[in-house]
């Protein structure tokens, strides 16, 4: 069975600086893009950062010059290194990824969050 897990979140204060992490496990033939979500008290679910499986990377304008997507191939890991955090960036991060595990083929898959708090 396949899972994600988050990793890293925490209470940071304002301009301060955290490293997300989501590890995936289980039969993993391949992964596609690796993907990571916020959502806030009483806001939709947004996406933050994308890489996709040739390496390029997309960033919410919110987060652009700030945060910074990566992976670990190997050890099926991605991180999100989020620096300047700020108030606005308290929510709840998801990390999102498409798996191939036979015999389902490719599934979409959640993690189950990790908090990030930004105050002082």
């Known amino acids: 069975q396949v899972q994600l897990v988050e990793s890293g979140g925490g209470l940071v204060q304002p301009g301060g600086s955290l490293r997300l992490s989501c590890a995936a496990s289980?039969?993993?033939?391949?992964?596609?893009?690796m993907d990571w979500y916020r959502q806030a008290p009483g806001k939709q679910r947004e996406l933050v950062a994308t890489?996709?499986?040739?390496?390029?990377?997309n960033y919410a304008d919110s987060v652009k010059g700030r945060f910074t997507i990566s992976r670990d191939t190997a050890k099926k890991t991605v991180f999100l290194q989020m620096n300047k955090l700020k108030p606005d960036d308290t929510a709840v991060y998801y990390c999102?990824?498409?798996?191939?595990?036979?015999?389902?083929?490719?599934?979409?898959?959640w993690g189950p969050g990790t908090q990030v708090t930004v105050s002082s």
């Open positions: 999102n990824a498409d798996i191939y595990s036979p015999p389902l083929g490719v599934q979409n898959y």
């Open positions: 289980g039969a993993i033939f391949g992964i596609n893009a």
């Open positions: 890489l996709t499986r040739d390496g390029s990377t």
